[in-house]
């Protein structure tokens, strides 16, 4: 015999379960720059996100999903994720994963140098983009849609032949930084832009991170880079997702403070963790996001796993 649940039941079920009642989906759709290629951030925590794809990734999205646990946020998290893949791949090849469920929040980005076949040209990025957005606008009309602005690749910085050989390191990320601005002012379905490689930046000018892992890198100081140059690290991961984190939760990345499970479980110390925390917390007070504390809120001691 089928059971069926009265309003009054459901009522009472809602009120008894208000982390279920305000859970919110987020989908992030990009490449290798969020699912951590060449890093130990890669796979980790893949048993707390749907991979659409079902190829076992953690990666920026998991450490995202680790955030939120600890500010004690119910985020529902999945991921769309191709190696090499721009905007018009996954418009092209996985329109049906990216409108799977009416998504609250998405979090995209597409192909590091803007156009693998025309690099620096952002004419692709914003013609896609707006594809993009209205793609997801159909799904849901009240979706908030957030672009990531990538960092500078130290191999096409250092390297010849590329727009940016021969140019100081911040240069690439500023480029990539100002397409993806263009894009959120042209089109009015893209909420903001996630302002990662300008986080970069300012890791390296503030002496974080080491601004040329051609040469070494400095005492006390992070690679925000892989052995390749190219892709990030664990600590570059770890950036990009307090950057995101912040921006779309609102939630201040340093309120995690030193014993933040992630950091302890790809082996950053307590140093590092803060540091990274407060080049997210400046980055976006300089991008006019406002931040808060949940009040529920407590940072972890330090040694503590996540979950």
Request: glycine residues 8%; charged residues 15%; proline residues 6%.
């Amino acid at each position: 015999m089928k059971r069926s649940i009265t309003p009054v039941l459901l009522l009472l079920w809602m009120n008894a379960t208000p982390a279920l009642a305000q859970e919110k989906s987020i989908l992030f759709i990009g490449n290798s720059f969020t699912f951590a290629y060449g890093s130990a951030a890669w796979f980790w925590g893949a048993d707390t996100v749907t991979d659409l794809n079902a190829q076992g990734v953690g990666g920026v999205p998991a450490l995202f999903k680790a955030f939120t646990e600890q500010a004690d946020l119910a985020w529902d998290v999945s991921l769309e994720t191709h190696p090499g893949a721009d905007f018009a791949f996954h418009l092209r090849e996985k329109q049906a994963e990216i409108t799977a469920q009416p998504w609250d929040v998405v979090v995209a980005h597409s192909y590091s140098t803007l156009d693998a076949q025309a690099p620096g040209d952002r004419s692709n990025l914003l013609k896609t983009g707006s594809d993009l957005a209205g793609l997801l606008q159909r799904r849901n009309p009240d979706v908030k849609f957030y672009v990531t602005a990538t960092w500078s690749r130290p191999d096409l910085t250092y390297g010849p032949g590329s727009p940016w050989s021969g140019k100081n390191i911040e240069a690439m990320a500023l480029a990539v930084s100002e397409a993806y601005e263009q894009l959120a002012r042209d089109v009015a379905g893209v909420a903001a832009v996630n302002p990662v490689g300008k986080a970069f930046n300012r890791a390296i000018r503030r002496g974080v991170a080491d601004g040329n892992p051609y040469d070494g890198i400095d005492v006390n100081k992070v690679d925000l880079w892989t052995w390749d140059h190219y892709h990030g690290s664990s600590y570059g991961y770890y950036l990009e997702a307090l950057v995101v984190f912040g921006n779309v939760t609102g939630v201040d990345p340093l309120a995690l403070g030193d014993g933040e499970c992630a950091a302890f479980e790809l082996g950053f110390s307590p140093t590092q963790a803060v540091a990274l925390q407060q080049v997210a917390h400046d980055e976006l007070q300089a991008a006019g996001v406002a931040l808060s504390t949940p009040k529920a809120m407590a940072s972890l001691p330090w040694a503590t796993p996540c979950g």
